[in-house]
């Protein structure tokens, strides 16, 4: 018993269930002369019913994991959080929210969004922000009374673009702002 917990430890999961689908499949398949020479005749016969117990469990549980990394796949083309969050920033975000990708993202040395930055505790207009996947927490731990947040890949570029196109104005403490 103490070998089953040592394997068991070094193991995860997924890697002792494929060694259980490689055995099981192996034995399942395995001519009738092969197993006698191999001395697993009477262990075969015995255990039958327990060895294909066995494959059918595991490899049940390799289709479930198939089957839900194949809806993340197609979730995510069908859902596009990109272009979700571009359409946001396009037509719905208010004049709050962007003042506060201003306040929290902007550099006014290098006249470009940062992708990380501190967003107060308090402040609910990061709601929306987190909601149509324009930022996203970067850390469970807060400095003070602020988390860390970034702006998503895509959110940074287009952020950039159109500063750089001067669809975004800086006029002293205050700023313009038409995103196309």
Sequence with gaps: MDILRVIVEKFKLKDIIAIILIVSFSI???????????????????????????????????????????????????????????????KDMSP????????????????EFNS???????????AALVNKHIIYLSAQ????????????PYALKFLNKNLNNGNIKFERNRFQYILE
């Design 141 to 152: 731990v807060s400095y003070f009374d602020s988390f860390a947040y970034n702006l998503q």
């Design 28 to 90: 399942t398949v395995m001519p009738d002369y092969l197993i006698i020479k191999l001395g697993l005749y009477d262990f075969t016969n015995k255990f039958r019913m327990y060895i294909s117990l066995c494959l059918i469990i595991s490899i049940s549980y390799f289709v479930i994991i198939l089957m839900g990394k194949l809806m993340t796949f197609v979730s995510s083309r069908i859902v596009n959080y990109k272009k979700i969050g571009i359409k946001y920033m396009k």
């Design 96 to 111: 709050d929210e962007m003042q506060l990708l201003v306040q929290t993202f902007y550099n006014k040395e290098e006249n």
């Design 116 to 126: 990380s930055g501190y967003i107060d505790i308090s402040d609910g207009r990061k």
